[in-house]
Protein backbone atom coordinates (compact mmCIF):
# COMPACT_ATOMS: atom_id res chain seq x y z
CA UNK A 1 0.00 0.00 0.00
CA UNK A 2 2.74 2.62 0.83
CA UNK A 3 4.59 1.68 -2.36
CA UNK A 4 1.30 2.34 -4.37
CA UNK A 5 0.75 5.28 -2.45
CA UNK A 6 3.69 7.06 -3.80
CA UNK A 7 3.32 6.14 -7.25
CA UNK A 8 0.23 7.39 -7.23
CA UNK A 9 2.22 10.91 -6.47
CA UNK A 10 4.02 10.95 -9.99
CA UNK A 11 2.18 12.97 -12.56
CA UNK A 12 0.45 11.02 -15.55
CA UNK A 13 2.03 11.62 -19.07
CA UNK A 14 1.04 11.02 -22.58
CA UNK A 15 4.04 8.46 -23.29
CA UNK A 16 2.94 5.19 -24.77
CA UNK A 17 3.31 2.24 -22.41
CA UNK A 18 6.92 1.07 -24.12
CA UNK A 19 8.56 4.07 -23.34
CA UNK A 20 11.19 4.59 -20.59
CA UNK A 21 9.10 4.48 -16.94
CA UNK A 22 8.12 7.49 -16.26
CA UNK A 23 6.90 6.93 -12.55
CA UNK A 24 9.33 7.23 -9.31
CA UNK A 25 12.41 5.45 -9.61
CA UNK A 26 14.13 3.61 -6.53
CA UNK A 27 17.35 5.65 -5.10
CA UNK A 28 20.14 3.51 -6.12
CA UNK A 29 22.29 6.31 -4.61
CA UNK A 30 21.08 5.52 -1.20
CA UNK A 31 22.51 2.41 0.63
CA UNK A 32 20.96 2.39 3.74
CA UNK A 33 21.24 -1.19 5.68
CA UNK A 34 18.32 -2.75 6.90
CA UNK A 35 18.77 -6.39 8.92
CA UNK A 36 16.83 -8.78 7.72
CA UNK A 37 13.15 -9.67 8.67
CA UNK A 38 13.44 -6.59 10.96
CA UNK A 39 10.47 -4.77 10.72
CA UNK A 40 8.68 -3.91 13.79
CA UNK A 41 5.31 -5.74 14.43
CA UNK A 42 3.53 -3.52 17.00
CA UNK A 43 5.85 -1.02 18.21
CA UNK A 44 4.91 0.54 21.89
CA UNK A 45 7.32 3.25 21.84
CA UNK A 46 9.06 5.71 19.65
CA UNK A 47 12.61 6.91 21.42
CA UNK A 48 15.18 9.96 19.82
CA UNK A 49 18.65 9.83 20.87
CA UNK A 50 21.21 12.00 19.06
CA UNK A 51 22.69 15.66 18.42
CA UNK A 52 21.37 18.82 16.80
CA UNK A 53 20.01 16.72 13.87
CA UNK A 54 17.46 15.46 15.89
CA UNK A 55 17.47 18.35 18.53
CA UNK A 56 16.37 20.81 15.28
CA UNK A 57 19.00 22.84 16.32
CA UNK A 58 18.55 26.43 13.85
CA UNK A 59 15.03 24.87 12.51
CA UNK A 60 12.03 27.45 14.28
CA UNK A 61 8.88 25.87 12.63
CA UNK A 62 9.25 22.91 14.68
CA UNK A 63 6.27 20.92 13.07
CA UNK A 64 8.42 20.79 9.82
CA UNK A 65 11.06 18.66 12.03
CA UNK A 66 12.03 15.55 11.03
CA UNK A 67 11.08 13.77 14.33
CA UNK A 68 7.10 15.61 14.18
CA UNK A 69 7.08 14.77 10.50
CA UNK A 70 8.14 11.20 11.37
CA UNK A 71 6.12 10.65 14.24
CA UNK A 72 2.71 12.35 12.20
CA UNK A 73 2.49 14.30 9.39
CA UNK A 74 0.49 17.06 10.80
CA UNK A 75 1.74 19.95 8.38
CA UNK A 76 1.50 17.63 5.88
CA UNK A 77 3.91 17.83 2.60
CA UNK A 78 1.91 17.40 -0.52
CA UNK A 79 1.63 13.62 -1.92
CA UNK A 80 3.34 12.65 1.58
CA UNK A 81 0.08 12.40 3.63
CA UNK A 82 0.67 8.94 5.36
CA UNK A 83 4.47 8.84 5.51
CA UNK A 84 4.40 8.65 9.04
CA UNK A 85 4.73 5.94 11.57
CA UNK A 86 1.06 6.64 13.47
CA UNK A 87 -0.40 6.11 9.51
CA UNK A 88 1.81 2.71 9.72
CA UNK A 89 1.05 1.99 14.09
CA UNK A 90 -1.90 4.24 15.35
CA UNK A 91 -0.63 3.23 18.92
CA UNK A 92 2.77 4.48 18.65
CA UNK A 93 2.01 7.09 20.88
CA UNK A 94 4.94 6.72 23.75
CA UNK A 95 8.00 9.14 22.51
CA UNK A 96 10.68 9.69 24.36
CA UNK A 97 12.84 12.49 23.18
CA UNK A 98 16.52 12.88 24.76
CA UNK A 99 18.33 14.65 21.99
CA UNK A 100 20.41 17.66 22.46
CA UNK A 101 22.48 19.97 20.36
CA UNK A 102 26.12 19.34 19.99
CA UNK A 103 25.47 16.30 21.24
CA UNK A 104 29.04 13.59 20.56
CA UNK A 105 29.21 10.16 21.29
CA UNK A 106 30.52 11.12 24.51
CA UNK A 107 28.01 12.72 26.05
CA UNK A 108 25.30 10.71 24.49
CA UNK A 109 26.82 7.33 26.20
CA UNK A 110 27.36 9.84 29.61
CA UNK A 111 24.03 12.03 29.37
CA UNK A 112 21.47 10.82 27.16
CA UNK A 113 21.35 7.08 27.88
CA UNK A 114 21.17 7.86 31.93
CA UNK A 115 18.18 10.63 31.10
CA UNK A 116 16.86 7.41 29.25
CA UNK A 117 16.97 5.49 31.78
CA UNK A 118 15.56 7.77 34.36
CA UNK A 119 12.23 8.40 31.74
CA UNK A 120 11.77 4.73 31.19
CA UNK A 121 10.91 1.99 33.49
CA UNK A 122 12.93 -0.88 32.91
CA UNK A 123 12.33 -3.30 31.64
CA UNK A 124 10.22 -1.60 28.82
CA UNK A 125 6.97 -3.94 28.00
CA UNK A 126 6.57 -4.16 24.30
CA UNK A 127 9.36 -3.21 20.93
CA UNK A 128 10.79 -0.35 21.07
CA UNK A 129 12.01 2.24 17.79
CA UNK A 130 15.10 4.11 18.88
CA UNK A 131 16.45 6.62 16.20
CA UNK A 132 19.34 8.78 16.24
CA UNK A 133 21.61 10.97 14.61
CA UNK A 134 25.11 11.33 16.13
CA UNK A 135 29.19 11.11 14.66
CA UNK A 136 29.10 14.70 13.28
CA UNK A 137 30.14 16.37 16.07
CA UNK A 138 32.75 13.99 16.39
CA UNK A 139 34.72 14.05 13.06
CA UNK A 140 34.27 17.82 13.16
CA UNK A 141 37.22 17.33 15.37
CA UNK A 142 38.94 15.98 12.39
CA UNK A 143 39.15 19.34 10.55
CA UNK A 144 41.68 20.44 12.97
CA UNK A 145 44.78 19.93 10.87
CA UNK A 146 47.02 18.56 13.95
CA UNK A 147 44.10 15.79 14.81
CA UNK A 148 44.70 12.24 13.53
CA UNK A 149 41.27 11.70 11.69
CA UNK A 150 41.78 8.13 11.54
CA UNK A 151 42.34 7.30 15.18
CA UNK A 152 39.38 9.48 15.77
CA UNK A 153 37.01 7.76 13.38
CA UNK A 154 38.06 4.25 15.30
CA UNK A 155 37.01 6.16 18.35
CA UNK A 156 33.61 6.78 17.37
CA UNK A 157 32.52 3.29 15.96
CA UNK A 158 33.69 2.13 19.25
CA UNK A 159 31.72 4.33 21.09
CA UNK A 160 28.25 3.88 18.39
CA UNK A 161 29.45 -0.05 19.43
CA UNK A 162 29.06 1.11 22.80
CA UNK A 163 25.71 2.71 22.58
CA UNK A 164 24.03 0.10 20.24
CA UNK A 165 25.13 -2.84 22.85
CA UNK A 166 23.45 -0.62 25.55
CA UNK A 167 20.32 -0.41 23.69
CA UNK A 168 20.34 -4.06 22.51
CA UNK A 169 20.57 -5.38 26.53
CA UNK A 170 17.81 -7.50 26.47
CA UNK A 171 16.93 -6.64 30.33
CA UNK A 172 16.12 -2.99 29.02
CA UNK A 173 14.28 -4.07 26.30
CA UNK A 174 13.12 -7.43 26.77
CA UNK A 175 10.40 -7.45 23.68
CA UNK A 176 13.10 -6.24 20.98
CA UNK A 177 14.49 -2.80 19.69
CA UNK A 178 14.87 -1.86 16.58
CA UNK A 179 17.63 0.83 15.83
CA UNK A 180 18.46 3.21 12.86
CA UNK A 181 20.88 5.01 13.13
CA UNK A 182 22.31 7.76 10.53
CA UNK A 183 26.11 8.09 9.19
CA UNK A 184 27.75 11.61 8.59
CA UNK A 185 27.20 13.79 5.76
CA UNK A 186 28.82 16.56 5.36
CA UNK A 187 28.08 19.93 2.85
CA UNK A 188 30.70 19.87 -0.41
CA UNK A 189 29.13 17.37 -2.39
CA UNK A 190 32.22 15.12 -1.17
CA UNK A 191 34.75 17.86 -2.37
CA UNK A 192 36.29 18.67 0.59
CA UNK A 193 36.05 22.25 0.13
CA UNK A 194 33.26 25.26 -0.48
CA UNK A 195 33.88 29.55 -0.10
CA UNK A 196 30.50 29.09 2.05
CA UNK A 197 30.99 26.95 4.56
CA UNK A 198 33.64 26.48 7.15
CA UNK A 199 35.65 29.69 6.43
CA UNK A 200 37.19 28.27 2.92
CA UNK A 201 38.66 25.71 4.82
CA UNK A 202 39.83 22.82 2.97
CA UNK A 203 39.22 19.28 3.95
CA UNK A 204 39.48 17.37 0.64
CA UNK A 205 42.19 15.09 2.21
CA UNK A 206 39.65 14.20 5.25
CA UNK A 207 36.92 13.13 2.88
CA UNK A 208 38.09 9.60 2.27
CA UNK A 209 38.43 9.40 5.99
CA UNK A 210 34.24 10.04 6.24
CA UNK A 211 33.57 7.90 3.65
CA UNK A 212 35.32 4.73 5.28
CA UNK A 213 33.91 5.80 8.79
CA UNK A 214 30.61 5.01 6.93
CA UNK A 215 31.45 2.14 4.80
CA UNK A 216 32.90 0.89 8.42
CA UNK A 217 29.59 1.82 10.32
CA UNK A 218 27.44 0.10 7.44
CA UNK A 219 29.68 -2.63 8.51
CA UNK A 220 29.15 -2.36 12.13
CA UNK A 221 25.20 -2.63 11.37
CA UNK A 222 25.56 -5.51 9.75
CA UNK A 223 27.73 -7.15 12.56
CA UNK A 224 25.57 -6.47 15.58
CA UNK A 225 22.47 -5.78 13.38
CA UNK A 226 20.91 -2.64 13.47
CA UNK A 227 20.14 -0.04 10.51
CA UNK A 228 22.49 2.42 9.37
CA UNK A 229 20.28 4.70 7.68
CA UNK A 230 22.42 6.41 4.47
CA UNK A 231 22.31 10.29 5.03
CA UNK A 232 25.29 10.58 3.03
CA UNK A 233 23.80 9.04 -0.02
CA UNK A 234 20.35 10.52 -0.07
CA UNK A 235 21.82 14.15 0.53
CA UNK A 236 24.80 13.93 -1.88
CA UNK A 237 24.24 16.64 -4.65
CA UNK A 238 21.72 18.43 -2.66
CA UNK A 239 24.88 20.45 -0.46
CA UNK A 240 26.81 23.62 -1.55
CA UNK A 241 27.55 22.26 -5.25
CA UNK A 242 24.05 21.51 -6.27
CA UNK A 243 23.77 23.88 -9.16
CA UNK A 244 27.08 22.16 -10.78
CA UNK A 245 26.11 20.29 -13.61
CA UNK A 246 29.38 18.71 -13.97
CA UNK A 247 29.45 17.11 -10.42
CA UNK A 248 28.59 13.57 -10.20
CA UNK A 249 26.08 13.51 -7.92
CA UNK A 250 23.89 16.56 -9.82
CA UNK A 251 20.24 15.98 -10.01
CA UNK A 252 19.16 18.24 -12.68
CA UNK A 253 15.42 17.98 -11.89
CA UNK A 254 15.77 18.87 -8.16
CA UNK A 255 19.35 20.94 -7.65
CA UNK A 256 18.11 21.80 -4.85
CA UNK A 257 19.68 22.93 -1.25
CA UNK A 258 18.74 20.67 1.86
CA UNK A 259 20.94 22.43 4.44
CA UNK A 260 20.42 25.48 5.93
CA UNK A 261 24.08 28.83 5.73
CA UNK A 262 25.65 27.29 8.26
CA UNK A 263 26.54 24.37 6.36
CA UNK A 264 25.78 21.87 9.16
CA UNK A 265 22.09 21.42 9.74
CA UNK A 266 18.99 20.11 7.91
CA UNK A 267 16.72 23.13 6.50
CA UNK A 268 12.61 22.55 5.80
CA UNK A 269 13.58 20.08 2.72
CA UNK A 270 16.12 18.88 4.41
CA UNK A 271 14.18 17.52 7.97
CA UNK A 272 11.71 16.01 5.28
CA UNK A 273 14.01 14.08 3.54
CA UNK A 274 15.67 12.53 6.84
CA UNK A 275 11.97 11.90 7.89
CA UNK A 276 11.55 9.91 4.16
CA UNK A 277 14.51 8.21 4.86
CA UNK A 278 13.75 6.81 8.61
CA UNK A 279 10.14 5.94 7.49
CA UNK A 280 11.37 3.90 4.92
CA UNK A 281 14.28 1.82 6.81
CA UNK A 282 11.55 1.27 9.33
CA UNK A 283 8.78 0.38 7.50
CA UNK A 284 11.39 -1.54 5.43
CA UNK A 285 9.71 -0.24 2.16
CA UNK A 286 11.93 0.91 -0.84
CA UNK A 287 12.87 5.11 -0.72
CA UNK A 288 11.76 6.01 -4.30
CA UNK A 289 12.19 9.50 -6.46
CA UNK A 290 9.05 11.54 -5.52
CA UNK A 291 9.50 15.37 -5.61
CA UNK A 292 7.45 17.20 -3.03
CA UNK A 293 4.21 18.92 -4.70
Known amino acids: MLLLALLACADPTDEPADSAPTGPQEEADVLTYVPPSYTPQAPQRLVFLG ?26 WRGFDDIDLESVWPDLTDVVDVSRAGATTDTLLSSQLPRLEEQLTFPAVGETIVVFTVGGNDLQAALVPTSDPVELANAVLDKVGD ?13 GVH ?50 VDLRGHFLGHGYYRNDPTHPAFHGDDPTLWLLEDCIHPNKRGHHEVRRLFFHAITDTPLMHVLPQ
Open 179 to 228: IYATNVYEPTDGTGQHPDCFYGISYTDRIPVLEDYNDRLRQLGEDMGFSV
Open 51 to 76: DSITAGEGENDWDLLYKELLQENVRR
Open 163 to 175: IVAWLQDPARFPD
